[in-house]
């Protein structure tokens, strides 16, 4: 397998102080699975071309690995693609041959590692599990100017059709770092697999080498699934964490925007009838499970706990530091036992597919769809309704017709600094018969807080039941 990157940055053998390989020589480094070659088949001032050959030996890839027990499996463990295409292989030979060029370390051009140049990279044979439209939603979201050619099954017999395999080039004014960080990173996820184990270990791996980018980009949950190898418990701990981490300051942010919200709505007393009604709720329909889904401090915790209806409360969110707070408002440690054994706490991500949300009578997401993009909303609705799918779902949010009443509210400015949007009456009621028609749900809408001719109340609320 082969990678090539060329530079036309002047003078443009500097990138070989960058990479830590010089351009007068063939360098060859050992690994776990045969041998990794670097070489300069153009080493001009005015453009340089590095290339790195993987030269895979396939005995060493099953050696001391067990067969599947039978001649299909044990053939193909010798009768496969891997010598040939680009995948967590070369991800492996790029940290171990390009290393100081992924950290950006040079002692003798620091300065032109933290600079953008010109850079090409190109892979002759890419497996891509999505095809092109896939790839492309991989790297131009980072920058990168995408040319890929689908190849054929084989030349010789075109009616056959075209592979899973591309060439790719991707080019940009980059820092050669984030481009190695890149194709570390994305290569497997293209390949949608990984030839060693993926473990916990693999989770700070993604984090330490998607800093600064992953979080924000758009195909991140496809992402951080295939780099995992689609193991559940990884994925979603990966996910919490990122979600958590985009906010460079979360604690202090979340905390100010949470206090200038609950300033906006103390004077109607607003969080004590929410929490009011949606307990009304709750015990009306004979809930005993309960899940708060973004249960932030813990004040609906608070309240279920009050009630001895409420055998089972699991409190989730994706802020360590909300859990953190509600723990200690909830006084968890000094719990009498039995009083501790009917409440539960863990980080999660509402966007992603979790079975810990599963088999409980009711679940509740209260003031938390307005903090989503509306892009991952569809997310949510399939992770609550389709996969969880409870009896019972009670959501509400702010009702933006409202928000006149509020003389310091300047026009067009939501109640809280992180809400994505803020929905009208029609707007919300619109989008929940949609999920309930979708999901096979009914649906009834309630206010809560005193109402206002033509505005409505301050909050809206569903309740989905099937």
Known sequence: MLLTITTTHRPATDIGYLLGKNPNRLQSFPVAVGQVHVFYPVAREDECTVALLMDIDPVALVRGRRGSGTDAGL??????????????????????????????????????????????????????????????????????????????????FPEWGESSYFSVTISANSRLKDLLTHLYVLLPVLDNDKHYWVGPDEIQKLLDRGAGWLEKHPEREQIVSRYLKRRGYLVREALARLVADEDAEPEETEETRGNEEQALEAPLSLNEQRMGAVLSVLKDVGAKRVIDLGCGEGRLLQSLLKEKAFQRIVGVDVSLRALEIAKTRLDIERMPETQRNRIELFQGALTYRDKRFEDFDAACAIEVIEHL??????????????YAHPPIVVITTPDAEYNAVFTTLPAGQFRHGDHRFEWTRPEFEQWSRNVAERFGYSVRFLGIGDEVSSLGTPTQMAVFSR
């Open 75 to 156: 053939l193909g463990q010798y009768v496969n693609d891997r010598p040939y295409v680009a995948s967590s292989f070369l991800s492996v030979a790029i940290a171990s041959v390009f290393g100081s060029g992924m950290k950006g370390y040079t002692k003798d051009r620091p300065e032109l590692a933290d600079t953008p140049i010109p850079l090409t990279a190109r892979i002759p044979t890419v497996p891509c599990r999505g095809g092109e439209s896939f790839l492309r939603k991989l790297f131009e979201p980072l920058g990168y100017r995408v040319e890929c050619r689908q190849l054929p099954l084989d030349d010789r």
């Open 373 to 386: 993009e509306l892009s991952r909303l569809t997310a949510f609705e399939r992770v609550v309704f389709e």
